[in-house]
């Protein structure tokens, strides 16, 4: 091996429609070693990937292979170059056979050989274990199958370069170990893999390097050694470990919740989401909250407890009494409010008026064929426009055209029109501006202390630690830990996040 | 039942509608010798749906191509319109060559293709709109080529239509008590060639089965290093090349040209492959399947017309309720197997 990279990328910037991608990304593979590559949801992996094997075009930037410039505009590019992939997403055709779908698009053959390729696909499938026939359509095999068959398609390619983009979310351990034993021995003969998971367990099991993205920008490259867990975490989230700016003010509310009876509790809940049966309950009076890394089902349980995703198992009870909550509208009857994560997509309606949106929740629940008079609505609308210093030319103004934060001051005023005794805000501060952001937050410390119970989601620690008093912290789609009182600090969040006893 | 399920299971959906097609179109046949008698047991009987359908098998072909690979092209019946118009004008007004004429009738294909292939795959624009477009043109083209149908008199010409190639042993005896050979036209066998190239096309070469992965899902397609854009260009270039090569056979059975020839030739084209188990969001379809789509689709039309019910409408109103009774049987089968599956 000389110090010849083989494989590095230079300055690589892609952006879509108002998302600024990838910003300025180095990376570097060498030979013979498995490279992590680590970040939040939405960080830009899959993005990066997908430029380096052409799927995207970049849109600034360099790519080379063993130091020679390469171009690679398409997958059929980057295959004849030695870069095979397995996407995020399974890239398999359904409706062909399992060898077809093994075999197709690699060779310039002009003719099929039925034949050949079917054995050499049982030959495959068979040293991988895979319960799955080559004559099979693809389409009746199991997710994880497919994944696997995904897999063995990469690794059956003679390449310098092997992609892995989550290839284990699907698989089960057995499975993991055996694609782990092949990755190893991959490496042994001088691949370079670029393996991405969000299980950090397995990073530390396989991969050599670290490279950490965060919001399309790189943070660094690390050897595995140099960067224990909690680091690795901190580095991903962006912040510092030793951040002491977060003191927290005791307020009274958090210590009164404490003695607050129970008002809502669930037990071993879970939706078609995929998140790991959860307990939860929240006193009256308290403010909680959920936090976790992007992507690890905070959103999904606060929507399981709404009846926004469908609930496959678990059991709610609210002021000791069991109730059944299959959809919103059920829990919106037993006082539950819910401001969701995306307020473009779930939240307004950007035609109608500002009134009309600040009405609706209470509408629906009064049933749409006793509409509220035209004074009524007028009555609510100027209620909490006041309450709320929502800043709109009217009460008729279209809400597509009030500024973010004011649009979700709408959402708010509409599930507090409600009187919701438990209010569920998922990222109600995400995308507005700051002054706002305090005056939601210090809204939900007010509701709070009269006697509301909140549950508050948001990306930014701070806010929560500034809000909540109590802290639910999430990895892969489980509730891993608790947090109260002295515990709760960003530091020890971290540690959670990161799983096992922070050795750092 | 634990064995038909299985067996279901492991059909792959391309052969599980194809079965169901032939399956469907014996036990028509049985079903029209049976009630319609004698006039269906002729062997003639079923080479005269051949020989009266030559050109839209060749048609279908092209169809279930673009149609497997997830298009459409409903420029066919157009394009058979204006080479028999121009060939027939070559032959006659310009005291034109046969062997040229074919070739005519073969360039027009492939300009055909080329210009409705590059729109869809390079410019990305729908198929439906492109052939859309592309069938308005060709009608209009064949109205300005020459306004009047006129009968094609050039000698050499009549003499390939009026060429029988007839089938040893299968003929029959006639009312008068002449013993009559059974025969089937030119274009049948060209449109026999077809099938089995087509066929081949699409089971034993890349090509063939970059249609059914790009049909199946685009997107994977792509990332499985196929060239999708190259592949769609070339499904329209068959589909195309074959209805000029469909036309000729349409203008050979005919011997005419006319602006209202192969009217709605495209519907039955896809009617036929619907029939024959060509999904029309793509990736599954067989050309043996289309084969007998189209004796299926003229089967019914022969039934429906010996019953005497031989008026447009009833035609319409019997290929309608097939094209209903199909699509329920065949969706009806694949739940079954998706049920199969989940088990
Ligand atoms: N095809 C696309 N169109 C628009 N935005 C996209 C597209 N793909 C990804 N993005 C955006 O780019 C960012 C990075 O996404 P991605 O690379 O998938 O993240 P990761 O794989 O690290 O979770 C996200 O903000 C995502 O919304
Ligand atoms: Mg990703």
């Keep these: ?504 | 039942m634990e064995k038909v399920s299985t067996k279901l299971k492991n059909m792959t959906d391309t052969n599980l509608l194809l079965t169901i097609t032939i399956v469907v179109f014996i036990l028509m046949y049985i079903g029209a010798v049976l009630f319609q008698g004698k006039g269906f047991t002729k062997p003639q009987a079923f080479f005269n749906i051949l020989n009266n359908n030559a050109a839209l098998i060749i048609l279908s072909c092209g169809m279930s191509i673009v149609m497997i690979t997830g298009g459409i092209d409903i420029s066919v019946g157009g394009v058979t319109a204006l080479v028999s118009m121009c060939c027939a004008v070559y032959l006659d007004y310009h005291n034109g060559n046969v062997a040229v004429s074919m070739l005519i009738a073969l360039l027009i294909g492939l300009a055909y293709g080329l210009v409705q292939g590059f729109l869809v795959a390079y410019l990305d624009i729908q198929p439906f709109i492109v052939s859309l477009a592309g069938m308005f043109f060709a009608r209009g083209m064949t109205t300005i080529v020459n306004t009047n149908p006129f009968n094609v008199e050039n000698a050499d010409f009549v003499a390939l239509k009026e060429t029988r190639i007839i089938i040893p042993g299968m003929g029959s005896v006639n009312k008068l008590g002449k013993y009559v050979d059974a025969y089937v036209e030119i274009g049948v066998v060209i449109a026999l060639i077809v099938v089995i190239a087509m066929f081949i096309l699409l089971r034993w070469t890349k090509l063939g089965r970059s249609f059914y992965a790009v049909g199946g899902n685009k997107q994977s397609a792509l990332m499985l290093g196929i060239n999708v854009k190259r592949t769609k260009f070339l499904s329209h270039m068959i589909c195309s090349t074959l209805a000029g090569i469909g036309g000729y056979v349409y203008f050979l059975h005919v011997g005419s040209g006319a602006a209202t020839h192969a009217q709605g030739a495209e519907m039955n084209a896809i009617a036929s492959s619907i029939i024959g188990g060509t999904m029309l969001t793509g990736g599954v379809g067989n050309i043996i399947g289309t084969f007998f789509g189209v004796l299926s689709l003229s089967t019914i039309k022969d039934i429906v017309s010996s019953a005497g019910l031989d008026q447009a409408w009833w035609t319409g109103i019997t290929i309608a309720a097939m094209l209903c009774i199909f699509l329920v049987i065949q969706s009806v089968v694949m739940a079954r197997k998706k049920r199969a599956i989940r088990k």
């Design chain 1, 1 to 504: 091996m000389g110090n010849q990279a083989l494989l590095s990328l230079k300055g690589i910037y892609k952006g879509f429609p108002g998302v600024k991608a990838l910003q300025n990304v180095d990376f570097q593979l060498q030979s013979g070693e498995i490279h992590a590559l680590m970040g939040e949801n939405g960080a830009g992996k899959s993005t990066l990937i997908k430029v380096l094997t052409g799927v995207y075009t970049k849109d600034e930037g360099e790519i080379f292979l063993e130091g020679q410039e390469v171009s690679i505009r398409s997958p059929q590019d980057a295959q004849h170059l030695g870069i095979s992939t397995v996407y995020q997403e399974i890239t398999l055709c359904p409706n062909l056979s399992v060898a077809e779908n093994m075999y197709i698009g690699r060779s310039d053959d002009m003719l099929q050989n039925w034949k050949k390729m079917n054995e050499g696909a049982t030959k495959m499938l068979e040293s991988l274990d895979i319960p799955a026939k080559a004559t099979q359509q693809l389409g009746s095999c199991s997710i994880a199958v497919q994944q696997m068959v995904a897999i063995a398609r990469a690794v059956d390619m003679d390449c310098k370069v092997l992609i892995l983009d989550e290839p284990t979310s699907s698989l089960d351990d057995q499975e993991v170990q055996k694609l782990f034993k092949l990755m190893k021995e991959l490496r042994g003969r001088g691949v370079g893999i670029i393996f991405v998971t969000h299980f950090l367990d397995q990073v530390y099991e396989v991969c050599d390097k670290i490279t950490v993205l965060r919001d399309g920008k790189l943070v660094g490259e690390y050897e595995i050694k140099e960067l224990p867990r909690l680091q690795l975490v901190s580095k991903m989230l962006g912040k510092e470990l030793d951040d002491l700016s977060d003191i927290k003010s005791s307020d009274a509310s958090g210590e009164t919740a404490k003695q607050g009876e129970v008002l809502f509790e669930a037990e071993g809940l879970s939706s078609t989401e995929g998140i790991k049966p959860f307990d939860f309950y929240i006193r009256k009076g308290e403010v909680n909250g959920f936090t976790g890394l992007l992507g690890s089902g905070r959103s999904e349980c606060v929507r399981a407890i709404f009846g926004a995703d469908r609930v496959v198992s678990g059991s709610m009870k609210k002021n000791g009494k069991t109730i059944k909550i299959n959809k919103p509208i059920d829990a919106m009857k037993n006082g539950i409010g819910y401001l969701p994560e995306d307020r473009k997509i779930d939240g307004i309606i950007g035609d109608l008026s500002v009134r009309e949106n600040i009405i609706l929740a209470l509408q629906v629940m009064k049933g749409f064929f006793k509409p509220f008079t035209k004074a009524q609505a007028n009555a609510f609308a100027d209620e909490y426009i006041k309450t709320l210093s929502i800043k709109t030319a009217s009460a008729d103004t279209p809400i597509k055209s009030l500024s973010g934060g004011n649009q979700q001051k709408c959402i708010l005023a509409r599930w507090l029109l409600t009187h919701p005794d438990y209010l569920i805000l998922d990222e109600p501060t995400r995308g507005i501006d700051v002054g706002t952001k305090v005056d939601i937050q210090k809204l939900v410390l007010k509701l709070a202390s009269e006697g509301m119970s909140v549950t508050f989601i948001s990306s930014e620690t701070d806010e929560m630690l500034r809000t909540c008093s109590r802290m639910i912290v999430m990895r892969d789609r489980k509730v891993v830990g608790e947090l109260t009182g002295e515990d709760l600090t960003q530091n020890k969040i971290m540690s959670t996040i990161a799983g096992g006893e922070a050795k750092s």
